[in-house]
């Protein structure tokens, strides 16, 4: 495969609770994926999900109380830890234990739609390189052939349809990596036959529990048929 880095979701997966996050950082491990990747972010980025959703959602963050029990874990099981930051000020806290860093999606459009973006200038800061997921590129974009910037295809629906994904954008030279949110292991292996050498994709303990991102994602079994 000419992939380089296979990225576990973790997200919203595990409730928060330690043991189950240890289950995912060990599927992401057995899938032969190279990094389990979590998410800091705080209450005012959820505040708009319906409280059931929430109240399993907001426990997942990584903050500075927790991401010390994370990271231990991901070298326990001897795979790269990773952290998307939702806030510019988590930064500082996760930069000693990150190699690159992921942008989501809707932290992505100040980029294309003002060229401009506090908490992407703050991780270019770190020399580490940064990976941006989006739907589209602006060719007026002082960051889109950046060298420390990787482009990563996503489509920013919960889920989508593999018919949905623009494949063919892989043909162009800006797209780097994809950004998985179809519950089919088919569209990250396109993704990659297409040339998309970093691939995301989310992972889950079981899709019979009430996961907050189950719609989205892969188990064990499926990542082990097709990786």
């Given at each position: 495969k000419n992939v380089w880095t296979l990225i576990g979701e973790c997200g919203s997966n595990w409730r928060g609770r330690i043991p189950e996050a240890e289950q995912l950082i060990q599927i992401c491990k057995d899938a032969g994926?190279?990094?389990?990747?979590?998410?800091?972010?705080?209450?005012e980025h959820v505040a708009k999900l319906p409280q059931e959703v929430k109240q399993d959602v907001l426990p997942c963050a990584i903050t500075s109380a927790n991401l010390t029990d994370i990271v231990s874990l991901c070298k326990k099981h001897k795979i790269d830890f990773a952290c998307t930051p939702f806030y510019k000020e988590a930064v500082p806290f996760l930069d000693r234990y990150v190699k690159f860093w992921k942008i989501r999606e809707f932290?992505?459009?100040?980029?294309?739609?003002?060229?401009?973006?506090?908490?992407?200038?703050?991780?270019?800061?770190?020399?580490?390189?940064?990976?941006?997921?989006?739907?589209?590129?602006?060719?007026?974009?002082?960051?889109?052939?950046?060298?420390?910037?990787?482009?990563?295809?996503?489509?920013?629906?919960?889920?989508?349809?593999i018919e949905e994904v623009p494949f063919w954008k892989f043909l162009t030279r800006a797209w780097?990596?994809?950004?998985?949110?179809?519950?089919?292991?088919?569209?990250?292996?396109?993704?990659?036959?297409?040339?998309?050498?970093?691939?995301?994709?989310?992972?889950?303990?079981?899709?019979?529990e009430n996961y907050p991102d189950n719609p989205v994602s892969l188990t064990l079994e499926e990542l082990k048929q097709n990786w």
């Open positions: 994926l190279s990094v389990a990747k979590f998410q800091a972010f705080q209450n932290d992505s459009r100040p980029v294309i739609r003002k060229g401009k973006s506090e908490l992407v200038d703050t991780c270019l800061q770190t020399q580490k390189p940064v990976i941006l997921s989006s739907q589209e590129l602006s060719a007026d974009n002082f960051y889109l052939f950046h060298p420390s910037i990787k482009w990563m295809l996503t489509v920013p629906k919960y889920p989508c349809k780097m990596g994809y950004s998985n949110h179809v519950p089919d292991p088919l569209a990250p292996i396109t993704a990659a036959i297409m040339g998309a050498n970093i691939i995301e994709m989310h992972v889950t303990i079981s899709k019979n």
